[in-house]
């Protein structure tokens, strides 16, 4: 199918971005493209403006500062897979990545595109919850911040406001005590998840008397928006991969791909997978 008829504006600067969606109420950012393009050619969505903002400066930048690994949102998720600065202080970022549909979308795609658009089965969004990571926002009435929890509001709705411009995210960077988790399970490779899980822990101790610490689980595929369990995340820091399983308190629903009740068993075999990943890395 074809789009509906729709006016097309490059802008070079956010104020630009912001002043235009002011003005069309119905307008709707372009970034990558890669899930914009699929609603426009489907009719789920009929704005009568695209602003492209892959001309605004400053935003394809991922940077290591103040102990915090930043990234633009305009980074392309091919760009974040090849960046040193991602696999080394962002590691769960780019254990994710490569998970994310196939080359050519990743070619295009973007983190902040991947972000504001909240697919609930999407696997960046579930790395940011896992990694307690924020979201810089640009409006109408300047810059704020976001923490990942306030961001996720429900099935594809975030707290961005219909004027704001996502231009940025943020997490803590790794130490050498940090442990990552990722592990998803997809019809075939690229596909979007039918469940999925991202997490992270610090390693307490060293070698046989280690233990995991500040356990953060977050599963995709399962809710509207990426789930903490953390319930497992506490059994998980006493050891008890068996009692994380069991305390598993997702209620997924039946969807396209899958039932609950297969989803929820789906849900306990990654926990189980990601928790080993845990702790054979803490050693
Ligand atoms: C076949 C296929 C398979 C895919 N598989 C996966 C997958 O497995 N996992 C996955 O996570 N994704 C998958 N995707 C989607 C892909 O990751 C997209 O890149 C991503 O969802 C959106 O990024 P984008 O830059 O293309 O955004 P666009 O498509 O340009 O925009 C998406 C939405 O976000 C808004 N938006 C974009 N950027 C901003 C911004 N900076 N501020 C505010 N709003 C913004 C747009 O207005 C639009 O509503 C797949 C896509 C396709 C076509």
Do not use: W
């Not at 789920?44 to 690994?69: M, R």
């Not at 975030?158 to 995210?169: E, F, K, M, R, S």
């Not at 396209?256 to 990654?270: C, R």
């Amino acid at each position: 199918m074809k789009p509906a008829p729709f006016a097309y504006k490059k802008v070079r600067t956010l104020e630009e971005a912001v002043a235009l969606l002011a003005e069309h109420k119905d307008a709707r950012l372009l970034a990558g493209g890669q899930s914009l393009i699929a609603t426009l050619n489907m009719r789920l969505s009929a704005p009568s403006l695209l602003i492209d903002i892959n001309g605004i400066g400053g935003l394809d930048g991922i940077a290591h500062k103040s102990g915090t690994v930043e990234i633009g949102a305009l980074v392309r998720h091919a760009q974040a897979e090849r960046s040193e600065t991602i696999a080394k202080h962002a590691p769960l970022i780019a254990r994710a990545l490569p998970h994310i549909g196939h080359a050519a979308i990743r070619n295009r795609g973007t983190l902040g595109g991947s972000i504001a658009f909240a697919d609930p089965a999407a696997e960046l969004p579930a790395c940011l919850m896992a990694l307690d990571g924020e979201v810089d926002v640009t409006g109408p009435k300047g810059k704020r911040t976001v923490e990942a929890p306030d961001f996720f509001k429900g099935l594809f709705e975030t707290a961005l406001g219909p004027q704001d411009v996502l231009t940025a995210i943020r997490v803590p960077a790794a130490s050498k005590d940090s442990r990552v988790g990722f592990a998803e399970l997809a019809r075939r490779h690229g596909d979007y998840a039918i469940v999925g899980l991202a997490a992270c822990a610090r390693a307490d101790g060293k070698g046989n008397n280690s233990r995991l610490a500040d356990v953060r689980l977050a599963f995709f595929g399962v809710g509207a928006t990426p789930l903490r369990a953390k319930k497992a995340e506490a059994a998980l820091a006493e050891g008890n991969v068996d009692a994380a399983v069991a305390a598993l308190d997702l209620d997924p629903q039946d969807d396209v791909q899958a039932t609950a009740a297969v989803k929820k068993h789906l849900a306990g075999m990654l926990l189980r997978r990601v928790a080993k990943q845990l702790m054979e890395a803490r050693a």
